[in-house]
């Protein structure tokens, strides 16, 4: 089951800086929220460009902007930022989940205090995950 994207939020080191995602999907009786990241696949190559650093005419799209490749390397390519092709969703780390049985404030909140999220954001969560809980199977 793939993640569902709610809500965003910008991180950084003095080194570097990165979005990470507050994410929810379907689990058993109720559902996994964690924090994700796109998985970065690679450096963007550079033999994509000319010497201008615009993108070669096979790597544009009607635009002439960027066209990137459904895979490369054989992973699945998602978007790029910067430099980076990324690919999918993916949990930023395995101890950063909480489980949710119960789709109601208090027990997002707990969920979003375990996950070190603004607890404010608890109505556009609980809001989202009753979205993601009517939807099909």
């Known amino acids: 089951m793939t993640w569902n994207k709610i809500l965003s939020r910008e991180q950084s080191t003095m080194a570097d800086t990165w979005t990470e995602y507050l994410c929810a999907k379907p689990a058993n009786d109720g559902f996994v929220l964690g924090i994700c990241i796109y998985e970065i696949v690679d ?57 949710v049985t119960e789709l109601s404030r208090s027990s997002i909140s707990e969920a979003l205090e375990i996950l070190e999220w603004d607890v404010s954001d608890v109505d556009e969560v609980l809001s989202d995950m009753l979205s993601i809980a009517s939807e099909p199977k």
């Open 43 to 99: 450096y963007i190559p550079g033999d994509w460009f000319d010497d201008d650093g615009e993108p070669l005419p096979e790597f544009q799209d009607a635009n002439g902007d960027l066209a990137l490749p459904a895979e490369f390397n054989g992973r699945p390519i998602e978007g790029h930022d910067g430099e980076w092709l990324l690919g999918p969703l993916d949990q930023w780390n395995n101890e950063d989940t909480a489980f």
